[in-house]
């Protein structure tokens, strides 16, 4: 996946298009649907996140802007980013607070037959 997208540096392409083009590559959602067209232009990249977690960053230079759809990007650089954290088990947390709770309910009652 990373020697295809590794072949778009140095090509221009329009945005939409570079946008559907890594979409499609990666499996990731599309960049405009996620981001105003300002702001990809501010940050100069698109990042794309596969089902298995890794992101791709795709770096461009805005070769010549005529708006979102007739301006020309120039694809500089594509990153690799490493995966990112698997969800994390919180179930000896739950287990815990539930714990808390039920001593909690028992200290409770505990007191309210006393007084």
Known sequence: MLAQLEKLVGNTFK???LDELCARITGGQREFRRLYWEDIVGLENMSYQTKSGITY???F???????EF???LEVSDVEELDR?????NYHKLYIIL????IISVAVYYLFSLFH
């Open 15 to 17: 945005p939409h298009e």
């Open 57 to 59: 960053v795709i770096e």
């Open 61 to 67: 230079n805005l070769y010549k802007d005529d708006g």
């Open 70 to 72: 007739d301006s020309v």
């Open 84 to 88: 990112t954290a698997p969800p994390a």
């Open 98 to 101: 539930f714990g808390i709770i």
